[in-house]
């Protein structure tokens, strides 16, 4: 890879919460490219259980505990736009299953043809692949926080035992699905 074309890739998320699971892909995913951006977005289809700007906290720390040379920004709107904005060729996204694949293959081939942005792949190690963050925070909900420490990073479990102390975490608003 040359410095006069760098290759740059984000990997977008909302990332609520962040597990290791995203980490191993960011790590994996940061030897594909130049440049790697850890874009955390809203997803107006899902009702979020930290902010934008916890989300941002955590990740950019996580990351930085575990010395990776990526960045991390926010964004809203079309991922592809904000691809554009900095200049990205590609999109990292993780597979954990054939349900992600199918979704997944859809939105890199409309991409593609619409945008020109690309999609790269990479599968979900095998320790991370039954985990999602829906399912995490299923059991976060049920109090079950220390069951947790295999799948999220300790900041992650922290964050989350303080909703959960707070109230602001409950398993009846996790199933509800119209606040999913």
């Not at 191993?24 to 009702?47: C, M, Q, T, W, Y």
């Not at 809203?76 to 992600?100: K, M, S």
């Not at 925070?137 to 922290?158: F, W």
Request: aromatic share 6%; proline share 3%; charged share 25%.
């Amino acid at each position: 890879m040359t410095a006069k074309n760098p290759k740059i890739a984000i990997f977008p998320g909302t990332f609520d919460p962040m597990t290791n699971g995203h980490l191993d892909l960011i790590r994996r995913g940061r030897d594909l490219f130049d440049r790697l951006v850890v874009a955390i977005g809203h997803n107006p289809e899902k009702s979020a259980l930290f902010t934008l700007d916890e989300r941002l906290h955590i990740l950019s720390h996580v990351i930085k505990d575990a010395d990776l040379d990526v960045e991390v920004q926010t964004f809203t709107g079309l991922t592809v736009d904000f691809a554009r904005t900095l200049g990205a060729t590609a999109l990292l996204r993780g597979i954990r299953n054939i349900a992600d694949l199918q979704f997944e293959l859809q939105l890199a081939l409309t991409n593609r043809t619409v945008a020109d942005v690309e999609t790269v792949f990479i599968m979900a190690g095998d320790e991370y692949a039954f985990a999602s963050s829906s399912l995490i925070k299923q059991i976060a909900a049920g109090g079950k926080l220390d069951r947790l420490s295999r799948l999220l990073p300790s900041l992650v479990v922290e964050k989350l035992r303080e909703k959960f102390e707070a109230g602001a975490l409950s398993l009846t608003d996790i199933q509800d699905p119209a606040k999913q």
